[in-house]
């Protein structure tokens, strides 16, 4: 491996507009593009190789390759290519390095098919808003695609703290600010503690990943800030359930009712197969925080919240996962066996009967 070789395959992977490059020992280049993994039909890849992709990346940001490196994340700019978020990881004594395409372009809700009620949940003056779904499934895509939305309507401050900066920002109508892990500041704990002496009125938090980061992004959201960030869970109420989940068992009541006060709106994604497979869309559900629902958070109701965002849909425009999915089908932009894989529900396909 040498620099022109892994340049041209990172130019490959902008080409081809895959999603993931995944570089690993003993296989050749796998790319994923629209859900699915092709084998590359270069050279099956050295320990060697390895080892330089990461040393590559690293020294970008001045860094050597640590010699006892387990996993670490960051970022890597090709020039007049684009950008990559980087994954290094050990693995059977080597490393392997996953790099996620970063598209030039920060995609509006119209052009990534998300619904326009994201708009109305991103005007909200204050509060959380929380992105949710499985790895690779959209949410840092649809938190850019919410970021540019604000930064074209509002003359906002926005701060985000990311690890690693995925979507480049250029202020527009907002003045942006992106801060990242490890070379901006050392933990989302101290960079929150920071961003409220930067006279933010938003801030974007890349992930909430533990007690001290979820407690900060509620107490600024407590102080008339509008926060956004992710979870890695699959829809409102595990997400709620989760949240409260890494407090102390003395605190989770205390949390609940604070989480009901703040929270704005739940978007949890996963991404759908279209007919011909050639695309894949997201599918949503979308929870706006109405005082029913806020009610249900309060009293730890959680298993009631689904059906309030079903009988929403009309009046609020929120929706279920399963509703989203029944409206793919009745497009026909989806098959219904791909809506009964991503369905948690046993009984989708009567559901569709019921609605037809």
């Known amino acids: ?104 372009h920060i995609g509006t809700f119209a052009e990534l098919h998300l619904p326009p009620i994201l708009g109305n949940i991103a005007k909200a003056p204050n509060g959380l808003i929380l992105v949710c779904g499985p790895t690779g499934n959209g949410k840092s895509t649809t938190l850019a695609s919410m970021i540019r939305y604000i930064n074209d309507n509002f003359t906002y401050s926005v701060v985000t703290i990311e690890d690693p900066i995925e979507f480049i920002f250029s202020s527009n109508k907002s003045c942006i600010i992106q801060r990242e892990i490890g070379i901006d500041t050392d933990t989302f704990g101290a960079a929150l503690t920071a961003a409220m002496r930067m006279d933010p009125d938003v801030i974007m938090v890349g992930e909430m990943r533990d007690m001290e980061t979820i407690d900060a992004c509620i107490k600024a959201a407590e102080t008339g800030h509008l926060v956004l960030s992710t979870f890695h869970t699959h829809n409102a109420a595990s997400t709620i359930n989760r949240i409260v989940g890494y407090f102390p068992p003395q605190m989770q009541e205390n949390v609940r009712h604070r989480l009901a006060e703040i929270l704005v709106a739940n978007i949890s994604l996963r991404l759908v197969r279209g007919k011909s497979g050639e695309y894949v869309l997201p599918a949503l559900e979308v929870m706006y925080a109405t005082s029913t629902i806020k009610a249900c958070i309060r009293d730890g109701h959680l298993d009631d919240i689904e059906h309030h965002i079903e009988r929403g849909r009309d009046e609020y425009h929120m929706q279920t996962l399963d509703q989203h999915l029944i409206q793919l089908c009745k497009q026909d932009l989806i098959s219904l066996d791909e809506a009964k894989r991503i369905s948690r529900s046993t009984d989708l396909e009567r559901k569709l009967c019921i609605t037809s």
């Open 1 to 104: 491996m040498d620099m022109a070789t892994f340049a041209q395959i990172l130019e490959i992977a902008f080409e081809k507009r895959v999603s993931d490059i995944h570089f690993e020992v003993d296989n050749p280049p796998i790319f994923r593009a629209r859900g699915h993994f092709i084998r590359s039909k270069l050279n099956t890849l050295t320990n060697k190789d390895t080892e330089f992709i990461a040393s590559a990346v690293m020294q970008q940001h001045k860094r050597n390759l640590p010699e006892r490196l387990t996993e670490f994340d960051t970022s890597y700019t090709l020039l007049n290519v684009g950008r990559f978020r980087v994954s290094m990881f050990r693995q059977r004594g080597n490393i392997g390095i996953v790099m996620r395409v970063i598209p030039h």
